[in-house]
Each structure stands twice: as C-alpha cells, then as structure tokens.
C-alpha cells in the first residue's frame, strides 16, 4: 500500500455548534448555517485566538485500486515568477482578496485550509478541497471563509458557510482524483461575497503541462498560516497513483484547498482557477498535487454556483 500525505489540519479539542439544518440535503451536500443565529454563533466561535492556533493535521492513506478514471468532456472557461516553490506573496493585486483561510471544526477539533472565491451565479461560492469540507465520512461544522486573511485579521469578514459540497465520488470514497470541495456562504452585513472581495474565474478540461500558480496558506513548518504563500511553475502529470496534476512545491499543511492559477497575471493577481492544492506522496515532499478540473469538477461547480 502506498500511503498518500494530503493537508489537512487540526488543533485543540472543541466542542462543535450543531444547527438545527445541518444535515445532508443530497449525498454531495451538507446543510451548514442556515440561520441568522446559526451564522452568529458560528461566528463567535472562530475568535482570533482560535484561528491562529489551528494547526496541520496529515495524512490519507490510498491505494491504487481506489483511484478511478477522470472523465473528461469539451473545455469550458468560465472568464473572469515562473518558477518559484515556495515563498510569501508579496505582489498585492485581486488575490490577496479572493484567496482566505477556511476554518471548520474536525473531530471535535479546531482546523484550518484555504480557498478562494470564484465568478458565481449567487455571487457566493468558494472552491476548496474536497477534505476541507468531508474527511472520514463526516461533513466539517463550524465551516468559515475569511478572505485576505492576515494573522488573525478578517478585513473583509467571516464568512459563514450555507452549505458545503464536494464531488460524489469524494464523498462515496474520498477518491483522491476527486478532491475538490466548495462552499456557498452566507451574505455578511447584506452583501454577496464576490461584491465585496472579487471573484476569480474559473476553467475545466483545459490542456495538461501548462504553467499554473498555487496559493495557500502553509500553517505546518516552515510556515506559520499568517501569510498567503505561493508558488509558481510549469506542472506535470502525476506518474503515480493518481490522474492529477503535479509542481514542484514546498507548501504545507494548511494549503490544502488553495488555488491553482492558467494565466495569471503577477501584475493584476488575476487567473483562472484550474486546480487546488490537495496531496504530496510523503516520499516527494517538494510536490505538490491538485485534482484535475474535468467533467466531474464541472457538474459540481454548475450545481453549486446555481444554488
């Protein structure tokens, strides 16, 4: 058996707000806080404190009979320094807005990933990693994503989650080829997310062995989670166990659900999310590994931006 390191993270013992919704509306979806006391309590909850003290937690374990086929269907763009692995973002532009830390409870335990807010119907949705919203079977509680974040600093908000989702084979199997997740959050102090900090675009069934950016917020050594951090490079087909996309990449723990960047331009902070930060092979721990965005991406993000 192969064993696969994928980011997820975890601190201290806490005890979970359960809302009286949040239970699964489809096998793929996950009620979160669908009231206004739900969002407020669950806002409360995430104290800087808190934020700051999640930390990483790794590792799934696959094999190779579980990684399945990756279906691929027409490309699909939906608009909105090479190379480098590993350092702070310090170009400014739209990412540093649209790019967060995502923060939920695991287990009973304060945890920490990263997503990013893309161009939506309801103005509302951030894409992550599928393990940042289910892992073990069970959907995340307590689910926030606060953009721009900067050491304990919301300067647009915590933004609560409606619902989460994930793929339908992420949640039958938790098929690594299929790790990718996303949020539909609630409107904070009467606006939509994307009025507030931006949207990126957002591509599926584009071509392989492009140059690509990665985002996250590395919270395990050498990184603390205090900065978006991101590299840079021309990606490669995994050769392993999965039908992903690979980069050279020292991000860590916390970066899970980060995004991948075609096209991004350093002067602007603008790309079009094609992938996510997701798993490293514990024997290469200078790659890192996305999902890629086929058809099952796709139906995914047509479902949940039109929720």
């Not at 409107?187 to 690509?212: C, E, H, K, T, Y």
Request: net charge positive; charged share 10%.
């Amino acid at each position: 058996m192969k064993r696969v390191l994928v980011l997820a993270v975890t601190g201290l013992a806490v005890a979970a707000f359960v809302t009286p919704a949040a239970q699964a509306k489809s096998a793929t979806t996950h009620l979160a806080a669908t009231t206004t006391d739900a969002a407020r309590a669950v806002t409360a909850f995430w104290t800087p404190e808190r934020m700051r003290s999640a930390k990483p937690l790794d590792l799934i374990s696959i094999t190779r009979s579980a990684v399945k086929n990756v279906a691929s269907g027409l490309p699909t763009l939906i608009p909105q320094s090479i190379p480098n692995g590993g350092a702070a973002w310090t170009g400014g532009g739209a990412v540093v807005q649209t790019a967060g830390r995502v923060f939920f409870t695991y287990q009973g335990r304060t945890a920490s990933c990263s997503g990013n807010s893309v161009t939506s119907a309801n103005k509302s949705t951030v894409i992550t990693a599928g393990h940042c919203v289910k892992l073990e079977g069970v959907f995340h509680t307590n689910w926030v994503f606060v953009p721009a974040y900067n050491n304990g600093n919301a300067p647009y908000g915590t933004w609560t989650a409606k619902s989460t989702h994930a793929t339908p084979q992420w949640v039958a199997s938790e098929d690594i080829n299929f790790d990718i997740g996303a949020a539909v959050v609630n409107p904070l102090n009467g606006q939509s997310l994307s009025d507030v900090v931006g949207a990126q675009g957002i591509a599926f069934n584009q071509a392989r062995g492009q140059n690509m950016y990665a985002f996250g917020y590395s919270a395990a050594a050498p990184y603390d989670g205090s900065k978006l951090i991101y590299c840079s490079g021309r990606v490669f087909n995994d050769f392993l166990l999965s039908r992903g996309i690979g980069m050279t990449c020292n991000q860590t723990g916390g970066s899970s659900g980060g995004p991948w960047f075609l096209s991004f331009s350093e002067a602007t902070g603008t790309g079009t999310l094609n992938s996510v930060n997701s798993f490293k092979y514990n024997f290469f721990p200078n790659w890192m590994f996305g999902p890629y965005f086929g058809a099952d991406a796709q139906n995914l993000y047509n479902s949940v931006q039109a929720s």
